[in-house]
């Protein structure tokens, strides 16, 4: 008799996916992502189109696989299998895509792509309302791994799906050429040379802008200070840099504002110290905002803990949809420059209500940076402030981490 897997409203026949399941994840390193795309010819797109082809499915029948081996109660949780039931109908889609041969065929697969790219927006929402909601169901930690687990699993679709469309909106641009100038800095969505600094510069002013607007025209935001090693490059997913850093230095800003609320005593800046070595670069952030509250410190990395816990349910529910980074929120194939011209996706960040605090900025941050194989860090000092250490992988060669760190070490 053939095998079934009843997930509530869901019922599949595991045979349909078991041939994907068993198939291994094919990794992919930012280098790879940047020197795959940066000779851009026909053979090349069409290679990069089957090779996502291939890579959905079998990533995303990874994750079914985890979700079925939930605790039954846990998965018949309405927000968990509305993501169960996502997952598995773009499992249907790409599992059926026949071989693409054709630019004509990739134009097809590429709407596709950014159809499930649109639909997959309420995903983090329905995750971790369901886990919240389930949080007395599984051991917190088991849960917090699990969140985490299909965190990254969703990074590393999203990274694949959007490159790809970002090589197809190159190919397509007028002004591609096939060998491109030592100038252009953008390979799909890989920043060949993100020069830390002005980026912490720019989300800086961003987010001091934010935070201003939040507390009145009266309020005085800190100065951001940036020292050591200014300029250093490296490759790296220019929006991912900036969902971090945009919620270390928010973070920072709003302790300080409200420990430092007098407008006519200037608050003491965010000091950011940029440090180069070999291997990698250490973004240290560091504020004068009291530190982390005691009560909160234990559950500072945890998606399904905390006192706060009912609170950040009620934003979720009404937030349908939601952007993790804002690179998801995108522009259609097309009108989004290509090469050496394109913007930041900064832009695109006021898309989120500026006043929307889910509490999971710090664990998402984390999840980001492991997953290009860098890693973040906090160190509170309760009553002064806090020193958040971001560390990146600086050479790119390394490959996406599809486990996290502790489960490696374990
Ligand atoms: C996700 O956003 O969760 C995805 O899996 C997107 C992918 C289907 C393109």
């Not at 949780?77 to 249907?92: D, G, I, M, Q, R």
């Not at 559950?299 to 803990?305: E, G, V």
């Amino acid at each position: 008799m053939e095998a079934s897997v009843n997930t509530g409203r869901v019922r599949i026949k595991s045979s349909l996916y078991s041939h994907w399941v068993d198939r291994p994840i094919r990794p992919i390193s930012l280098r790879q992502l940047f020197f795959f795309g940066r000779t851009l010819t026909e053979s090349r797109l069409l290679s990069s189109a089957n090779y996502v082809r291939m890579e959905l499915p079998t990533r995303i029948a990874h994750r079914l696989r985890e979700m079925q081996r939930l605790p039954y109660v846990v998965v018949t949780n309405p927000h968990l299998s509305t993501v169960y039931e996502l997952y598995y109908k773009a499992f249907e889609t790409f599992r059926r895509t026949p071989v693409i041969r054709t630019v004509k065929e990739n134009e097809d697969f590429c709407k596709v792509i950014s159809e499930n790219l649109r639909e997959h927006l309420a995903v983090i929402p329905n995750l971790v309302m369901g886990v919240l909601e389930c949080q007395d169901l599984v051991p917190p930690d088991a849960m917090d791994k699990f969140v985490q687990a299909m965190l990254r699993a969703r990074i590393s679709r999203r990274v694949i799906a959007e490159q790809h469309l970002a090589l197809t909106d190159t190919f397509n641009s007028p002004w591609h050429v096939e060998q491109p100038s030592a100038e252009d800095e953008f390979v799909g969505e890989v920043l060949l040379r993100c020069n830390a600094k002005d980026i912490i510069e720019r989300v800086g002013k961003f987010t001091q802008d934010i935070c201003k607007s939040l507390a009145g025209p009266d309020a005085i935001v800190p100065e951001i200070k940036i020292q050591g090693h200014v300029n250093a490059t490296f490759p790296y997913v220019l929006s991912h840099l900036e969902y971090i850093t945009g919620e270390l230095l928010r973070n920072s800003i709003q302790a300080v504002m409200a420990k430092y609320n007098n407008p006519r005593q200037p608050p003491p800046p965010i000091e950011v110290l940029i440090c180069e070595a070999p291997q990698q670069v250490v973004i240290r952030i560091s504020d004068q905002g009291g530190g982390v509250p005691r009560e909160i410190a234990p559950f500072l990395w945890s998606f399904n803990k905390g006192p706060r816990s009912a609170e950040r349910l009620q934003k979720f529910r009404d937030v349908p949809t939601l952007a993790a980074t804002m690179q998801e929120v995108r522009q259609p194939a097309g009108n989004k420059p290509s090469g050496k011209h394109r913007d930041s996706s900064l832009s695109t960040l006021a898309s989120r209500p500026p006043d929307l605090r889910l509490g999971m900025g710090l664990p998402m941050s984390r999840v980001y940076a492991e997953y290009w194989a860098g890693g973040l860090e906090l160190h509170s000092l309760e009553g002064y402030g806090v020193d958040a250490f971001l560390q990146i992988s600086k050479i790119g060669n390394q490959n996406e981490q599809l486990t996290s760190r502790a489960s490696i070490d374990a």
